[in-house]
Nanobody, 122 residues
Framework: QVQLVESGGGLVQAGGSLRLSCAAS????????MGWFRQAPGKEREFAAT????????YYADFVEGRFTISRDNAKNAIYLQMNSLKPEDTAVYYC???????????????WGQGTQVTVSS
């Protein structure tokens, strides 16, 4: 089973950027579709972006509005989330996740990292 570890979170001012990373181990990385999800205080976890096994296809939540870019490096067993033009409402714990299903099937993600905190100050 794949294991996931996120990094790169932190405190940033509104309008700033962060790049999240997720390192995978313990499985065949290219067998998994991958995604980033987030959970804000008092809210349910929601998907932000997903990427296909090859990295060719991506899927973004409406709130992203072109500000985030998901990518993966199958040689390094890693995915990334470049986040630009951050807003205070982007404040959340961000989770890396893996799926054995279709990359756009956001309910199919069953393997999760521990999360990394992103805080955007106004």
């Amino acid at each position: 089973q794949v294991q996931l570890v996120e990094s790169g979170g932190g405190l940033v001012q509104a309008g700033g950027s962060l790049r999240l990373s997720c390192a995978a181990s313990g499985g065949t990385f290219r067998d998994y579709a991958m995604g980033w999800f987030r959970q804000a205080p008092g809210k349910e976890r929601e998907f932000a972006a997903t990427i296909s096994r090859s990295g060719i296809s991506t899927y973004y939540a409406d709130f992203v509005e072109g500000r985030f870019t998901i990518s993966r490096d199958n040689a390094k067993n890693a995915i990334y989330l470049q986040m630009n033009s951050l807003k205070p409402e982007d404040t959340a714990v961000y989770y890396c996740a893996a799926s054995s299903g279709h990359y756009a099937s956001t309910g199919s993600y069953g393997r999760w990292g521990q999360g990394t905190q992103v805080t955007v100050s106004s």
